[in-house]
């Protein structure tokens, strides 16, 4: 049973920091490239970050380059988000995806709300 785990959300002020991580299970983690999107409420989801199986190619939205950093322990078939300097309009429902050309998986999401 394929199973993503998210964890680590929560209410932060403007100018902290967070730690999401995201468990996986029930499929090979270290083949899958991981990325973590995003959806605000009245909002589409949004591409936050990826990174590919092996962690040698990292792409960033522009609106978290130089705040977030993702990375990965295929040892613990985990992949984490760090975020600093959070920002109000960084608040959504953080979402993991595990994706290759045949398969994509999902969590269900972790709730950052940062307050001004």
């Known amino acids: 049973q394929v199973q993503l785990e998210e964890s680590g959300g929560g209410l932060v002020q403007a100018g902290g920091s967070l730690r999401l991580s995201c468990a996986a299970s029930g499929f090979t983690f270290s083949t899958k490239t991981m990325y973590w999107y995003r959806q605000a409420p009245g909002k589409e989801r949004e591409l936050v970050a990826s990174i590919t199986s092996g962690g040698g190619s990292i792409v960033y939205a522009d609106s978290v380059k130089g705040r977030f950093t993702i990375s990965r322990a295929n040892a613990k078939s985990t992949v984490y988000l760090q975020m600093n300097r959070l920002k109000p309009e960084d608040t959504a429902i953080y979402y993991c995806?595990?994706?290759?050309?045949?398969?994509?998986?999902w969590g269900q999401g972790t709730q950052v709300t940062v307050s001004s």
């Open positions: 995806n595990a994706r290759d050309n045949f398969s994509s998986y």
